[in-house]
């Protein structure tokens, strides 16, 4: 058994054996478990540590029963649509947790519901330990339960918490279960760099020692910027983009919009990158002499070395310290508020080279995709071939694999990720904030729908 040592697993089974109340606490969850059940219409259910099997009787059901420390379901499990592990964590040897997250997570097919104890138990082993070997408060539990798992709901007990996750497998739609435990206050979304501090630095480092001429602050002035970002409704309003920039609005891409405008017999006046990561020297495509390139410097040697010998200007955004005081010491003058992506990080720098007006294409902050899916119940699985049914931008890209879920403005559904829910929040924050600034946002996506929602609901005020 490589989730416990020998020696601890005969204590636990003495304690089962001497104790009649040791390994009861599973019917205490039972409504949870009921109710998540109901929700994803399955019954497959496996409970990880069960114990005397309480929680089955409390459901009035056959689970598959599994517990290492108890004779006759001490055989290794399979994997279940909802594995459930209630007051099973804490009794796990610190040097085995992490072999013993990983294995809930490889039997996990769908969701799980873990109930942890954050405080010392009544119980004493045979050997003077007390029975809950480990005891940290819910904030030291959460990152190592959150790089297995997509988080959907977490609650504090008063002894401990209760979590109930996403199979980072599974690639149904993330299930809204705000009805199950207490009512949720705030919900919150954490996104980070995908590039860690060194790797940022490194590219950094190395853009600067390039000598490329670094952007400067330009006076404000009354032109517009037409900015093409790579969301699905692109595709939908190549000829709107066409109107504006003929109105004399000047055309600024950002990732694969790039590629895709060339192809189509337009060419902007810029493009603009900010990505580390290397595939985004794919999403540029060719480069062309008759577009300026404006490149931050954390962007991957990938993209500069493709931008050699264009017309390149190097502008700077930044996500941590030592990459502020690395820019700072190798002669940088100032960075961007880069925002969540590129678009967001593309009216930024707008606004430093004079830019005020600002019409937005292809920022929509959803994917496309058929209506049945976009309706799909919340309570139902999704089709197997989801993905191949969804549009993630105007047309290919090199990083399509990105997290699902749906969000709703008013009764409109969309299909949205972390990331994209994000910049849209971020967006709406900079909407509310014009210092100055004008935006008219084309395409009918997500971030589109979102503003007009809000302008309608404060002029109803």
Not at 348 to 376: A, C, E, Q
Request: overall charge negative; hydrophobic content about 40%.
């Amino acid at each position: 058994m490589p989730f416990a040592s020998s020696t601890y697993i005969e204590l636990n089974r003495a304690l089962h054996a001497e104790v009649p109340e040791y390994g009861t606490s599973g019917q205490n969850y039972a409504p949870i478990v009921a109710a998540v059940s109901n929700h994803i219409k399955s019954r497959d259910i496996l409970d990880y540590g069960a114990g005397k099997c309480t929680l089955q009787t409390a459901l009035g059901w056959q689970l598959h029963n599994y517990d290492p420390c108890v004779p006759g379901i001490d055989a290794r499990p399979s994997a279940a649509d909802l594995v459930v592990s209630t007051d099973v964590l804490e009794h796990v040897e610190p040097e085995h947790l992490d072999a013993v997250l990983n294995d809930i997570a490889g039997l996990t097919k769908r969701l799980v519901i873990l109930s942890v104890a954050t405080g010392p138990a009544v119980k004493v082993l045979a050997d003077g330990r007390n029975a809950h070997l480990i005891q940290e408060p819910m904030e030291w539990w959460r990152p190592e339960l959150e790089q297995r798992f997509r988080l959907i709901r977490l609650w504090d007990t008063g002894r401990g918490f209760i979590f109930i996750g996403q199979s980072l497998k599974d690639r149904n739609a993330t299930p809204i279960l705000n009805h199950i435990g207490p009512k949720p206050t705030t919900t919150t979304i954490k996104c980070k760099s995908v590039y860690t501090d060194e790797q940022r630095c490194e590219n950094i480092r190395s853009a600067m020692l390039r000598g490329l001429p670094q952007v400067n602050v330009l006076q404000a002035h009354d032109r517009t910027m037409v900015l093409a970002c790579y969301g699905p409704t692109l595709s939908d309003t190549v000829d709107e983009l066409k109107s504006d920039v003929a109105a004399g609005g000047d055309l600024w891409t950002v990732s694969g919009a790039h590629s895709f405008l060339i192809e189509r017999g337009i060419v902007p006046m810029a493009h603009i990158e900010s990505d580390p990561r290397p595939h985004k020297a794919l999403c540029i495509g060719k480069p062309d002499r008759r577009v300026a390139y404006f490149a931050a410097s954390a962007c991957s040697r990938d993209v500069f070395n493709l931008l050699h010998g264009f017309e390149t200007f190097v502008f700077h955004v930044t996500s941590s310290g030592p990459e502020s005081e690395l820019i700072r010491d190798m002669g940088g003058n100032f960075t961007v508020d880069g925002g969540t992506n590129v678009g967001m990080c593309a009216i930024g720098l707008g606004t430093v080279l004079g830019y005020r007006k600002f019409v937005i294409h292809g920022m929509d902050g959803s994917f496309k995709s058929d209506p049945v899916l976009l309706n799909w119940p919340t309570n139902e699985p999704m089709p197997e071939d989801v993905r191949q049914r969804v549009r993630f931008h105007a047309a290919g890209h090199p990083n399509e694999d990105q997290d699902l879920y749906r969000v709703w403005v008013g009764d409109k559904p969309f299909l949205s990720s972390p990331q994209m829910f994000q910049s849209a929040q971020d967006f709406m924050v900079m909407l509310n904030h014009p210092a100055g600034c004008t935006y008219t946002l084309r395409g009918d996506g997500f971030i589109r729908a979102l503003w007009d929602h809000i302008r309608s609901q404060k002029a109803a005020a």
